[in-house]
């Protein structure tokens, strides 16, 4: 796994020198990517939601869209539409924005519902059928989808099904007073995404997404994150808990995100810093709950604290052991 992470570890450098002080997001962002999972970025305007975006493109040399949703988008503007050429009397198939390696997806909750829906094929089958013909998705291919969480106005809620087909939730935040210094100290005669330089191939990427896929995870963690998806769905204030596809979500992120650290293990130390943004935007919340405030990524560190990492042992038998490293102790 050292190449995994050595590689791993260029490509955060290379996005962390316009995205400041966000590691652990950068390294997230990293994960989907090599686990081939799509990215929701929810944050307030101006936090660099777009830059990392584009930043992670130049880093892979990856073809890069982006969609700038807006309530008179129509899904064909998305995908694609057949124009009827006049010379050959044949339709031709002029590809949509949606037809490259890394796509942003920005305010995606300013489309209606008719539109955000013409990403759900791309994203879960990696296809889109157009007038009755299937057009491949080009090889990697990542939605990183960007929205607002204060402005409502002229908003639609994404539907759950397009929720849950996202595999991360990042969330930005503002950046720390002495970070936001030296964000404006490199900004002070040009942006530096023009500086940012390509530290990895596709076909690399394509490798290290192999690679990833062979992390060794032990039973033990597995029951640890079947339980802790299980809880979400029996949960007092939760009306709709994460789905199979969160479990296998989790699953998938921890061996890219053991692999990032250099092991060819998962512990349930990378389910855990993981869990946040691979279940709480599966979660739906009661009313009632959601009228008293209760977030889902509180409900989310609730169960990490109350979830044993080892399962209980039945009645009359003693508690089941295991590697000290496996069982968080």
């Given at each position: 796994m050292a190449k995994v992470q050595e590689t791993g570890e260029k490509i955060v450098a290379n996005v962390e020198r316009v995205i400041v002080g966000k590691h652990q997001e950068v390294r997230l962002a990293l994960v989907a990517l090599l686990c081939q999972g799509h990215i929701l970025i929810e944050d307030v305007p101006g936090t660099g939601k777009t830059v990392l975006a584009k930043a992670i493109a130049r880093s892979l040399g990856c073809s890069f869209r982006r969609i700038q949703f807006t309530p008179d988008l129509l899904p064909s503007d998305v995908t694609g539409l057949s124009i009827f050429n006049q010379k050959t009397r044949e339709f031709e198939f002029r590809p949509g924005p949606v037809m490259a390696q890394i796509v942003l997806a920005d305010e995606i909750n300013r489309a209606t519902p008719k539109t955000q829906s013409a990403l759900l094929e791309a994203m879960e089958e990696r296809q889109a059928t157009i007038d009755g013909v299937t057009h491949p998705m080009p090889d990697p291919f990542l939605v990183i989808a960007t929205q607002n969480p204060i402005e409502y106005e002229g908003t639609f809620p994404l539907p759950e099904a397009q929720l849950d087909r996202f595999?991360?939730?990042?969330?930005?935040?503002?950046?720390?007073?002495?970070?936001?210094?030296?964000?404006?100290d490199e900004q002070k005669r040009a942006h530096p995404l023009g500086s940012i330089d390509q530290v990895c191939g596709v076909?690399?990427?394509?490798e290290m997404q192999t690679l990833v896929r062979e992390i060794y995870v032990d039973s033990a963690v597995s029951d640890y994150i079947v339980r802790l998806?299980?809880?979400t769905r029996v949960h007092a204030d939760v009306y709709l808990g994460a789905s199979p596809r969160g479990s296998l979500a989790l699953y998938r992120a921890g061996q890219a995100y053991a692999a990032l650290l250099g092991r060819d293990y998962v512990i349930p130390d990378d389910v855990k810093a993981l869990a946040d943004a691979a279940l709480a935007h599966r979660l739906i919340i009661r009313t009632a709950s959601a009228i008293r405030d209760v977030d889902q990524g509180q409900i989310v560190h609730e169960l990490l604290a109350s979830v044993p990492v080892e399962a209980p042992a039945p009645a009359g038998r003693g508690s089941r052991r295991g590697p000290a490293e496996l069982t968080g102790e």
């Amino acid at each position: 796994m050292a190449k995994v992470q050595e590689t791993g570890e260029k490509i955060v450098a290379n996005v962390e020198r316009v995205i400041v002080g966000k590691h652990q997001e950068v390294r997230l962002a990293l994960v989907a990517l090599l686990c081939q999972g799509h990215i929701l970025i929810e944050d307030v305007p101006g936090t660099g939601k777009t830059v990392l975006a584009k930043a992670i493109a130049r880093s892979l040399g990856c073809s890069f869209r982006r969609i700038q949703f807006t309530p008179d988008l129509l899904p064909s503007d998305v995908t694609g539409l057949s124009i009827f050429n006049q010379k050959t009397r044949e339709f031709e198939f002029r590809p949509g924005p949606v037809m490259a390696q890394i796509v942003l997806a920005d305010e995606i909750n300013r489309a209606t519902p008719k539109t955000q829906s013409a990403l759900l094929e791309a994203m879960e089958e990696r296809q889109a059928t157009i007038d009755g013909v299937t057009h491949p998705m080009p090889d990697p291919f990542l939605v990183i989808a960007t929205q607002n969480p204060i402005e409502y106005e002229g908003t639609f809620p994404l539907p759950e099904a397009q929720l849950d087909r996202f595999f991360l939730r990042l969330r930005l935040g503002y950046p720390q007073p002495l970070e936001e210094i030296v964000i404006l100290d490199e900004q002070k005669r040009a942006h530096p995404l023009g500086s940012i330089d390509q530290v990895c191939g596709v076909d690399e990427l394509r490798e290290m997404q192999t690679l990833v896929r062979e992390i060794y995870v032990d039973s033990a963690v597995s029951d640890y994150i079947v339980r802790l998806v299980n809880a979400t769905r029996v949960h007092a204030d939760v009306y709709l808990g994460a789905s199979p596809r969160g479990s296998l979500a989790l699953y998938r992120a921890g061996q890219a995100y053991a692999a990032l650290l250099g092991r060819d293990y998962v512990i349930p130390d990378d389910v855990k810093a993981l869990a946040d943004a691979a279940l709480a935007h599966r979660l739906i919340i009661r009313t009632a709950s959601a009228i008293r405030d209760v977030d889902q990524g509180q409900i989310v560190h609730e169960l990490l604290a109350s979830v044993p990492v080892e399962a209980p042992a039945p009645a009359g038998r003693g508690s089941r052991r295991g590697p000290a490293e496996l069982t968080g102790e």
